[in-house]
């Protein structure tokens, strides 16, 4: 008993494990959140998949195996005592019970036995009377025998509901792999290729597998995560996803979603339609389909891919499909294009102080950048220029691994909201004719008319752009750290800045004059715009990739994930539990009494004696009370 009571402590350790720790999920998920060291840990513990591992499979058995011996052992003996009456106890075994009285009675003994029978009654007892040799009789009478079931209820329920866990516990495919005919899949490959020895048939006893279906796409498989892979498991039917509806709520967050699916099966006459909806399933052929979560499906994205390398002015078209694969350049520069995940509504709260009221920023998209040895960074695009302390910007996001935070680039939006405006600039500070030209112009701009200074003026001025061109701010302050003395650095480096800002602004009226644009007021707003621009253009040299993506445009497809289940064990677990719950209440709500009435005409006398299973102070309180009423009902005090 002591040992059965310490596993089912830990029984119900482990399911608060279970519970706290989210089960099965991507080992890579475990690492990131837990590090290295736990998650070898967990995984030896078998905690990352409490309910299949080993060995709480194997108590589970254990307490089915000894339960199961132990309810077999003594049901009988309960039942047998459930029914007797125990009418064949002795004067002398009565008179030595803690709870026994002598009361004395002047009633005629037919009488008597006709009062007694009528009070036993009423107290609701079961009794039987049985004359003695000697011309007494014994009633022995029972109350709460039923509190014995409590017993045969509880531990049977014990039995039960462990059985349920056996049966979900995808029990023989433990066996089949221990005996080498199945093992995981750790590739990533369709699941068409994947082998026999990694499939489970239509006649797999319980699993919770997973499907995610785009909209208009069908499938008849599922996958099992197990551990560091999977398990394709094969359904009967095929389902098919024929629409997915969403709702949010102000904030953006998911309020209510929904699948409409068709299951198609040769058993049928025609497909069966059915909407699939959180805590909501969908159950056929004993497996329920419940509606999970959602996902992109393959939403079809066009860009405006801006070679950042190149002296080309304008951008050009490319398109990108959510879950798939891309690539740029050749060669060692070859770049693959991951793109990973779309998301049409982002509610973000972008006032400096954080107080403001969330609002949606609109879409963006999430891609890798990955070169010719695999290494890769994530980036973040809002298709949106975003509000930030008043001004509009074009946000990219870089993170090197997934631990990072994201760094944003902010690249300022022109009068037109748009991009081309920075795009240009950029070119046209990186073209050799324009930045000297743009020198020319500036020199031109001189106060006085000494041409040597001004000759001198245009070279520095054409140095200072060429510098920024190399390496942005970096490169100018290395140069200004090697040439300058220290204690003109400063000065150095505001005049630098100074003159900078006023070639971008000459720069952009330039490139507003190539397409045919009015000049820009020089005022405090375009000296903003310029500011940012030069600051873009310096964090580009850190940005990781010689191309930006600009979303343009998109078609939104969904993808519903469902969870099927099949868990025969189920019932069985609701049977146990609605069976301890009855088995508990028997044990502790009712109260088991046995007593016996030894009528003794000759001597004019009733012995009482009172019982039970459990001592407690309630019984001494019953029989107190008992004592009392046969004391009226006899009409002569206690003994």
């Not at 840990?41 to 199961?68: K, P, R």
């Not at 150095?492 to 009226?509: E, G, S, V």
Request: aromatic share 10%; hydrophobic share 40%.
């Amino acid at each position: 008993m002591r040992f059965a009571v310490s596993l089912l402590t830990l029984l119900g350790v482990a399911s608060i494990i279970g519970t706290v720790l989210k089960q099965n999920e991507p080992y890579t998920n475990y690492i990131v959140k837990f590090g290295q060291f736990w998650f070898e840990l967990f995984e030896l513990l078998g905690l990352l998949d409490v309910y299949h591992a080993a060995w709480f499979l194997v108590i589970l058995l254990f307490l089915v195996i000894s339960t199961t011996l132990c309810v077999l052992r003594n049901t009988p003996l309960m039942l047998k005592e459930w029914k007797t009456y125990k009418e064949h106890a002795t004067e002398k075994s009565l008179r030595l019970f803690e709870h026994q009285a002598s009361l004395t009675t002047a009633s005629a003994a037919t009488a008597l036995h006709s009062q007694l029978s009528a009070w036993l009654t009423a107290e609701r007892y079961t009794f039987k009377a049985t004359p003695q040799s000697n011309g007494d009789v014994l009633i022995a009478a029972k109350l709460g025998t039923h509190q014995r079931l409590g017993y045969i209820f509880t531990h049977a329920a014990i039995v039960v509901i462990c059985f349920g866990g056996l049966l979900d516990g995808n029990l023989p495919f433990k066996i089949q792999e221990l005996l080498g005919y199945k093992k995981v899949e750790t590739r990533d490959i369709p699941s068409r290729q994947v082998p026999p020895e990694s499939r489970l048939g239509v006649g797999n006893l319980s699993f919770r597998a997973n499907m995610t279906l785009p909209e208009g796409e069908r499938d008849n498989v599922s996958f099992l995560r197990v551990r560091d892979g999977y398990l394709v498991q094969e359904l009967p039917f095929t389902v098919m996803l024929k629409d997915f509806r969403i709702e949010h709520y102000p904030t953006g967050m998911p309020k209510s979603f929904e699948s409409d699916i068709l299951i198609t099966d040769s058993d049928l006459k025609q497909p069966i339609e059915a909407t699939v909806r959180v805590n909501h399933p969908f159950i056929y052929k004993g497996i329920a389909i419940y509606q999970s979560d959602f996902q992109d499906g393959g939403s079809q994205l066009k860009f405006k891919l801006w070679d950042l390398a190149a002296n080309q002015q304008d951008g050009f078209d490319v398109d990108g499909v959510i879950l798939q694969k891309g690539s740029l350049g050749d060669g060692a520069q070859k770049l693959t294009v991951e793109f990973n995940e779309f998301r049409q509504f982002n509610i973000l709260n972008l006032s400096a102080d954080g107080k403001g009221k969330p609002h949606n920023v609109g879409p963006n998209t999430t891609f890798k950048l990955r070169n010719a040895s695999g290494q890769a960074r994530e980036y973040v695009n809002y298709m949106q220029p975003l509000m930030l302390d008043g001004r509009a910007y074009f946000v990219s996001g870089m993170r090197e691994t997934v631990q990072e935070d994201f760094k944003y680039l902010r690249i300022p939006a022109d009068d037109d909201m748009e991009i081309t405006g920075f795009m240009r600039l950029r070119q046209t500070l990186r073209d050799d004719k324009s930045i000297q030209a743009i020198a020319q112009q500036v020199a031109a701009q001189m106060p006085g008319n000494n041409p040597t200074l001004r000759a001198q003026f245009e070279q520095s001025l054409q140095q200072l752009l060429m510098t920024f061109k190399r390496g942005g701010y970096s490169e100018l302050s290395r140069i200004i750290e090697s040439a300058v003395p220290k204690d003109q650095r400063e000065q150095a480096a505001q005049t630098y800045l100074k003159l900078l800002n006023r070639a971008a602004m000459q720069a952009y009226q330039m490139s507003r004059a190539q397409r045919h644009l009015q000049p820009i007021a020089e005022d405090q707003t375009s000296a903003i715009f310029i500011q940012d621009s030069l600051n873009a253009m310096n964090d580009l040299f850190f940005y990781g990739t010689p191309y930006y993506f600009q979303l343009k445009n998109y078609t939104l497809k969904q993808a519903s994930g469902f969870q099927l289940t099949r868990s025969p064990g189920q019932n069985w677990v609701y049977l146990g539990s609605v069976m301890l719950v009855l088995g508990i209440f028997a044990m502790f709500y009712i109260k088991e009494r046995r007593l016996w009435l030894l009528i003794k005409p000759a001597q004019h006398e009733v012995l009482v004696a009172m019982s039970s299973n459990r001592k407690n102070m309630d019984l001494d309180q019953d029989f107190a009370r008992a004592r009392q009423q046969l004391s009226t009902l006899l009409q002569a005090p206690s003994a």
